[in-house]
């Protein structure tokens, strides 16, 4: 009744982990041993009182005399230890201990810090601090470092505290520059932007000259919402350096952040004869292809802050207002 029990568990803690991987690791049945007759005791050596099974370098089976230790994952995920009368199952920082006296089965719960043995004791890793989900707000500066626009290119003004960014950093890499506390962050995300124009225009292309001017329909009327949605797919390169803050870390980084343009379309909203409408048209709207900037971040835990700023200009060089994006948020990182 205990092993059924204990498997159980151990298939409902495993599941989730591994869910998303293509093929799963066969566990083979570790043979058994046919008896021999009785020899002299000779000095124990790892040889003789332990059988280790190793699957694809991901599964580990310890079998001795007194006890029955299987690890799962490169950084032992997955840890099920029976000896005699106590079996432990630990998943990451949480666990459980079974064991079995003469009063019955108990059961508890057991933190990360009671399962720290000899046998899991592994130098800390540099654990980077980037995949997550970002969400602030959008504007752009001139070449003066100015919000304020010079005559003629009011159309582009925002309304900034409608214009954000969504960003969503699907993975990172971190190496650890000989510690565990100072590494290089790579990654890989998407962001989602929304300028929002402060004025009852949109933008297009000039028919003939091909730049970026104002645009309002001369059969729209009262424009309610008109906007630019941009995306791009990004991938930073940062140095991060962890400080010590009690049982955690404030974590703070810098460095460059690049950016390829993946689509790009304006949408309006408006009342034509007191019906509301809607219309939206797909462009380049001589977006540069490329751009890179500068990043910042720091956080701590969860929480985190992050600040963009992008070196390219927004439009092609003498295809519309030289502005230069820049954006500031907050990010929701896992820990």
């Known amino acids: 009744m205990k092993r059924l029990f204990i498997l159980l568990i151990v298939c409902i803690m495993v599941f989730p982990v ?7 690791v066969p566990v083979p049945e570790v043979p058994e041993v046919p008896e021999v007759p009785e020899v002299p005791e000779v000095p124990e050596t790892p040889s003789s009182y332990a059988d280790t099974i190793k699957v694809l370098d991901k599964l580990e089976v310890i079998e001795t005399p007194d006890k029955t230790r ?15 009368d106590t079996v432990r199952v630990v998943l990451g920082s949480r666990g459980i201990s079974i064991v079995e006296g003469e009063d019955g089965t108990q059961i508890k719960i057991i933190e990360m810090e009671e399962k720290k043995t000899s046998h899991n004791k592994k130098k800390k890793k540099f654990k980077p601090h980037y995949a997550g989900l970002e969400i602030g707000l959008n504007n752009y500066l001139t070449p003066d470092n100015d919000m304020q626009l010079p005559p003629g290119q009011e159309y582009m003004d925002l309304n900034t505290g409608k214009s ?28 989602f932007i ?101 990043t910042a971040r720091v956080g701590y835990r969860a929480i985190n802050f992050y600040a963009n700023y992008y070196m390219m200009p927004l439009f092609k060089e003498n295809k519309g207002p030289e502005l230069y994006p820049f954006s500031i948020g907050l990010a929701l990182i896992p820990f």
Do not use: C
């Not at 299987?70 to 005699?84: D, H, P, R, S």
């Open 194 to 294: 929304n300028y929002n124009f402060d004025g009852q225009n949109s933008i297009r292309k000039d028919p003939v000259t091909g730049e970026i001017v104002e645009y309002v329909p001369d059969y729209a009327g009262n424009i309610t919402k008109s906007k630019m949605n941009i995306t791009y797919i990004t991938a930073p390169l940062l140095l991060e350096f962890q400080i010590p803050a009690g049982k955690h870390r404030i974590h703070i980084s810098g460095g460059v952040i690049g950016g390829v343009k993946l689509w790009s379309n304006t949408k309006m909203k408006y009342t034509i004869s007191g019906e509301k409408s809607k219309e939206k048209a797909k462009g380049d709207y001589n977006l540069s292809p490329l751009r890179w900037g500068i």
């Open 18 to 24: 591994y869910a998303q991987q293509k093929d799963s």
């Open 164 to 191: 954000w960014n969504w960003n969503l950093n699907i993975i990172d890499y971190g190496f650890g520059l000989g510690t565990d506390k100072i590494g290089i962050v790579t990654g890989l995300g998407f962001e």
């Open 70 to 84: 299987v690890t799962l994952g490169e950084n032992e995920v997955l840890i099920i230890e029976e000896n005699g």
